[in-house]
């Protein structure tokens, strides 16, 4: 024991990333070379884990006091890789403070490719052997005349020379050609800032030079770019981008649904002849150790990306752009539950760098921010080539009901007819998979329930099969109730978009139809091939969920039929309207993108009267926003307070309702607090896991996270209960 006392080394703090309270002590033994942010190996219990030397704490002094020096366990080696930078390590600690995770839970999602620790392997090649000359035939002629003075690898000389890989080979038995290791070549070409960029419109250069010097001034700042859909957000802030490249910087674009983004990259090839680096959940493990390796040397100068984008190692990051700023697919709700696109802020604020926000919809946080000064605020108001706004009208389904068991109204089916006939493109917008989101026994009344979720099962008549939304439970569509055993009784209630195109095959049987739902696009390719589709005018209807709402472009789609424009009222959470407004709006913005032809918009609603609907006819938007902030700001609602909930869970319906209760009775009083519950959650029954939550609201200059660290800590929460913590909450389920 006595003799571990005077090893030599420093004692280092080491970051595992595991759901840990804090970091390490560790010791790191003379020979190696380590600092802050270095990554390396230590053993952890039995194995060995990865880890990041992480900074000394600003007030030393852990209450259980350090561990003793004879105790400490050694770093067992150094990976090969880029240190993290100072700014990410910033940025761990700063989203680990803010959403109350453990920091070693937010390192783990700044550490998604563990192998791009590892030294690159060379990659070995074929050069020629200089002056060797003998035994060459055409063959070996042409490959050496296609070799020259390069290196490449064999199959790539037998490709561009058009000889078999025996050819190759017989090169090198007679000496020809010798091996060598290759330089590793770029991952990422660089894209080139003037490679084709447009012509701007006056209100587009404005905008373009506002972002532009944002660039420029190498400072923090951040921008909401608002223009309607087709005003040329997108070319607006690629000129941004293009800045950010002359500038030797690196670009991120945050994109909300990446693996639909297929028009989006095309495009940005043609923009700036290169593609970008790209990262999302799907990519291969190979791509994402080269990607991840390839942004931490720099090499990758525009990265596109989903959430999790957001912690990867950029060494010098000059420009953020959030595009649809206001989409809620940025709020990561599980692990450690993230806003990605308040957290994109702050990073940008730790780099220096600009940040943009894009929307033709923006939140009314942002809204907030822009209007307070926070954010400057610049605008396209018109569309490209002057290209006219959809006319958007409401359907009044009490005044035009459909007819027994269907869900399109005559003047629907109308406007339908017309489109075709002028051989254009309609869309029929219905944001529900599936053939029916509810299964009714008509004898007993039994409806059909998921045995993990409070939830309806959704029936999916092309598999015959039920489903849950939420959990992934199926089962076979029984033909008798499970309840009462009565055949053939079980009747489908409401639509989803495979009952639309089954109505819609009957109204037209001529029509070419393609249904976009997330079961029938389910990746880029498929995507992609959905819109070559659609832009070839192989197609003439489209249902669709909310993916065709993205970005699409789609030039000869002059009419948008919105199915159920009330749907998203129904929840009557704290967003439901915002929320309802920015999706309808961005699916009416397909509607009539190309100059000329004026594109029609209809929604079927019940409630004409409903602000969001009156917002959408009248195309006012801010008017609807300014209604929405009034009612808001006098009971402290975001963005004019702030709210925090705690979930609690668990498998025990009694634990996790005496839990709730127990977070209910030490609940934080005192002015300018407010503690909603404990209730049952809307979806009482998640995954076979039994929900009751509390929302803690807070005016606005109150910061939440030390209060509910206090909160939390007065609390006993017993091992089979888990309390979840999500500050500045989106879904209220
Ligand atoms: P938004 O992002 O606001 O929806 P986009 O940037 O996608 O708008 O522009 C809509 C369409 O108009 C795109 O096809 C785009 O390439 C084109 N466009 C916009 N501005 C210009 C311009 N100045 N010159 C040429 N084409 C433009
Ligand atoms: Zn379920």
């Known amino acids: 024991m006595a003799t571990s006392s005077r090893k030599a080394g420093r004692r280092i703090r080491v970051l595992l990333p595991l759901p840990l309270e804090s970091a390490y002590d560790y010791r790191l033994p003379p020979e190696l070379a380590a600092g802050p942010g270095s990554f390396v190996e230590v053993p952890l219990g039995g194995r060995v884990s990865l880890g990041v030397v992480w900074d000394a704490p600003e007030n030393p002094g852990d209450p259980s006091g ?20 100072a700014n990410l390590r910033k940025l761990v600690d700063w989203v680990a403070a803010y959403t109350l995770s453990p920091p070693g839970a937010v390192l783990r999602m700044a550490m998604s490719s563990p192998s791009a620790l590892e030294e690159p392997t060379a990659v070995s090649g074929w050069r020629r052997v200089a002056g060797a000359e003998s035994r060459i035939t055409p063959d070996r002629a042409r490959a050496l005349e296609t070799l020259g003075s390069h290196i490449l690898p064999g199959t790539e000389i037998a490709r561009a020379a058009g000889v078999s890989m025996g050819v190759v080979r017989g090169m090198a038995s007679v000496g020809l050609i010798e091996p060598a290791l290759m330089a590793r070549a770029a991952a990422f070409p660089r894209p080139i800032p003037d490679f084709a ?16 010097e944002g660039v420029i001034s190498r400072a923090f700042g951040v921008t909401l770019l608002e223009g309607v ?31 639909l983004s297929t028009q989006w990259l095309s495009r940005f090839e043609r923009r700036f002849g290169a593609p970008p680096a790209l990262w999302h959940s799907e990519l291969s493990s190979r791509t994402r150790r080269v990607t991840w390796r390839a942004v931490a040397e720099g090499d990758a100068p525009v990265l596109v990306g989903a959430r999790s984008a957001l912690f990867l190692p950029f060494p010098d990051l000059g420009l953020i752009i959030v595009d649809e700023e206001h989409e809620t697919a940025f709020k990561q709700e599980d692990g450690v539950i993230y806003h990605a696109r308040d957290m994109a802020v702050v990073r940008a604020r730790l780099e220096a760098a600009a940040c943009v926000l894009v929307s033709a919809t923006p939140s009314l946080e942002t809204v907030t921010n822009a209007q307070e000064g926070r954010y400057a605020h610049v605008t396209l108001p018109n569309r490209h080539h002057g290209a006219a706004l959809p006319r958007i009208a409401a359907l009044d389904l009490r005044q035009h009901p459909p007819e027994r068991g269907r869900f399109l109204a005559p003047p629907l089916i109308e406007a339908v ?17 599936g053939y029916a989101p509810l299964t009714l026994c ?62 819609v095959s009957e109204l037209f ?47 000869h789609l002059t009419l948008v039929g919105v199915v159920d424009a009330d749907l998203g009222l129904a929840g009557g959470d704290l967003r439901a309207g915002e929320r309802t407004m920015q999706l309808l709006h961005q699916v009416a913005g397909r509607a009539g993108r190309e100059g000329g032809t004026p594109g029609t918009v209809l929604l079927q609603t019940f409630s004409p009267e409903h602000p969001v609907m009156l917002a959408l006819v009248a195309d006012d938007m801010a008017g609807f926003l300014r209604a929405e902030a009034a009612q808001r700001a006098p009971g402290h609602w975001p963005p004019f307070g702030r709210l925090a909930a705690l979930i609690v869970s668990s498998e025990d319906p009694r634990s996790a309702e005496r839990a709730a209760r127990d977070l209910g009775l030490a609940a934080p009083a005192g002015s300018g607090i407010q503690v909603l519950g404990p209730a049952p959650a809307p979806l009482a029954l998640l995954r076979g896991r039994h929900r009751h939550r509390l929302l803690l609201k807070a005016e606005r200059g109150l910061r939440v996270q030390p209060i509910l660290e206090d909160w939390l800590a007065r609390a006993q929460i017993p091992r089979d209960v888990r309390v979840q913590v999500d500050v500045d909450p989106v879904g209220f389920l």
């Open 442 to 503: 008509r004898t007993c009344g039994h409806r059909m329930q998921c045995p993990n979720c409070t939830a309806w099962l959704v029936e999916h008549r092309a598999q015959r099969r039920l489903q849950c939304h939420h959990c992934g439970h199926t089962e076979p569509t029984p033909l008798a109730c499970v309840e009462c055993g009565t055949e053939h009784s079980l009747v489908p209630i409401g639509p989803g978009v495979e009952r639309i195109q089954e109505e």
């Open 66 to 85: 350090p561990i003793a020096e004879s105790r400490l366990r050694e770093v067992i080696a150094v990976k090969p890789a880029p240190a993290m930078h």
């Open 229 to 259: 859909t087709g005003s040329g957000k997108t070319e607006v802030y690629l000129d941004a981008v293009a800045q950010c490249l002359r500038e030797g910087r690196q670009a991120l674009v945050l994109l909300p649904e990446i693996a």
């Open 417 to 433: 007819t017309e489109t075709l006939a002028r051989g254009e493109q309609a869309m029929l917008f219905l944001n529900r998979r």
């Open 509 to 555: 049987p001529e029509a070419r139809r393609l249904v976009m739902a997330s079961d029938t696009i389910p990746g880029p390719a498929a995507a992609a091939e959905a819109a070559r589709r659609i832009e070839e005018r192989e197609v003439d209807l489209v249902i669709g969920t909310q993916i065709v709402a993205k970005g699409w472009h789609f030039p």
């Open 197 to 212: 960029p447009p012509d701007l419109r006056d209100e587009q250069q404005l905008a373009a030079n506002a972002l532009r």
